[in-house]
């Protein structure tokens, strides 16, 4: 099974729907991130939580919230998408015990808002 | 805002071939520094850390340079798997900035 899991894998919405993506992991780990990749624009960090009270803005953090139900989840929402939030999503985990900060992925949610 | 930049390539190369990608980042205070991998429409994986002193697994070899705050992937004898986009990742206070990725294909 994977270590980090991401629901659902692909989403179709509609402009203005309220959308939840969520992430489970197994690896123990206490740091949880969001993020966006576009092409031709890299990934780009939507939120981050570094324990259950934790939750932190990231690079491009406006129109998306966050929730830290438990130390293995981490859930994104879009309350009202917009086409431009078209794009892949990963959720990662890291451990703060590692110094490097080796962040681990899940396989990703593909998006897409009409 | 921080940059991590890399030449978005693609680098062609054959099987066999060594090829080496290159990455600048801005911050001089980034604390550590990693190679990412990604294969298409999929998750990127770590690649392996680089080291101050470098450090190697098998056929990679990456590289620091604080002073010119600069990061390098040598990769030998490459493989057709190998092809994929390449991800230079800077980590700054607990965070990780990633470049846009250097596209390889390695062809027979």
């Known amino acids: 099974d994977a270590d980090v899991t991401q629901t659902p894998r692909n989403r179709i919405t509609k402009t203005g729907k309220r959308i939840m993506l969520e992430c489970s992991q197994t690896?123990?780990?206490?740091?949880m991130y969001w993020y966006r990749q576009d092409p031709g624009l890299g990934l780009r960090l939507i939120y981050y939580?570094?324990?259950?009270?934790?939750?932190n803005k990231g690079e491009i953090s406006d129109g998306y919230s966050v929730s830290r139900q438990a130390q293995a989840k981490f859930s994104l929402s879009l309350e009202s998408a917009i086409p431009n939030q078209t794009a892949l999503y990963f959720c990662?985990?890291?451990?703060?015990?590692?110094?490097?900060?080796?962040?681990?992925f899940g396989p990703g949610t593909r998006l897409t808002v009409l | 805002r921080k940059e991590v930049e890399q030449d978005p390539g693609p680098f062609n190369v054959p099987e066999g071939a060594t090829v080496a990608f290159n990455c600048t980042y801005s911050?001089?205070?980034?604390?550590?520094f990693f190679w990412y991998r990604q294969d298409c429409r999929k998750e990127p994986k770590l690649l392996m850390s680089?080291?101050?002193s470098g450090n190697e697994d098998g056929r990679f070899t990456a590289q620091l340079n604080r002073a010119s705050q600069y990061i390098s992937l040598l990769i030998r004898d490459s493989k057709l798997s190998d092809s994929a986009t390449y991800l230079c990742?800077?980590?700054?206070?607990?965070?990780?900035?990633f470049g846009k990725g250097t596209m390889l294909l390695v062809s027979p």
């Open positions: 990662a985990t890291s451990d703060t015990s590692v110094s490097y900060n080796e962040q681990f």
């Open positions: 690896k123990g780990h206490d740091r």
């Open positions: 939580s570094f324990d259950v009270k934790d939750i």
């Open positions: 911050n001089s205070a980034s604390q550590s």
């Open positions: 680089v080291y101050s």
């Open positions: 990742v800077v980590n700054e206070y607990s965070t990780l900035t």
